[in-house]
């Protein structure tokens, strides 16, 4: 929508609603003139999922912030790396609404440097873990979750021929919940927490 400011200069602005969603159905970058699609199609369920997931880690963000916490002694802060993730991720929804976007190599291989600076912070890893211990642990171990469910969603939509993503883009999916779980991890270790496997009885 277009509004013309007091001095006369022309901004653009987002509507928050435009009522053409009523009917149950939306655009995405690629729709033709005229065209819309359903809100419940695999493209948008996988878009959603993206933004819930890009949302919940605006609170881990918040979280990581407050502990300051980063990888060794003079790596990324916890908080960067979710800013990252976050901007990565936008690419990613962009790609998915069929804009020509997409995850290059050198990102994938950005996210698996960090995964292998925190491993070799932490003890050898050789179960599952009941998830707890610190507030920011636990965040971070629900984003995992969301992670994996919003991969899913994608490869459903890629499965279901609605959308095409690179081979890198998908890698990156897969590598983003590596790290959160390894986050999660990192968190308990630094505050001292042992986390506890389950005992199945």
């Known amino acids: 929508m277009t509004v013309f400011s007091r001095a006369g200069a ?17 655009k995405v970058f690629n729709s033709l003139p005229g065209e819309r699609i359903s809100k419940a199609s695999c493209q948008t369920e996988a878009l959603g999922a993206m933004d819930e997931l890009n949302s919940f ?31 990565n991720l936008f690419i990613v929804q962009a790609e998915l ?30 179960t599952f873990f ?4 610190s507030e920011q642990a636990a965040l971070f171990d629900v984003s ?15 499965e279901s021929g609605e959308v095409t993503l690179s081979e890198h883009t998908l890698a990156f999916l897969n590598r983003l919940s590596s790290i959160l779980y390894a986050l999660a991890r990192l968190s308990n270790h630094k505050v001292g927490i042992v986390e506890h496997a389950p005992n199945y009885k």
Do not use: N
């Not at 022309?10 to 939306?26: A, V």
């Not at 009941?130 to 211990?133: A, K, L, T």
């Not at 994996?148 to 459903?156: C, D, P, S």
């Open 97 to 126: 609404a069929g804009a020509p976007k997409k995850i290059e190599e050198f990102k994938v291989k950005e996210l698996e440097m960090l995964i292998d600076e925190i491993e070799q912070e932490l003890p050898p890893i050789k």
């Open 57 to 87: 880690l605006g609170l881990c963000k918040v979280s990581a912030a407050e502990w300051a916490f980063r990888i060794g002694e003079d790596g990324m802060l916890f908080r960067d790396i979710v800013h990252l993730i976050q901007e």
């Open 10 to 26: 022309r901004k653009l602005f987002f509507m928050l609603y435009t009522r053409k969603g009523d009917s149950g159905t939306t």
């Open 130 to 133: 009941i998830s707890g211990g």
């Open 144 to 158: 995992r979750t969301l992670a994996r469910k919003a991969e899913r969603r994608v490869i459903q939509a890629v």
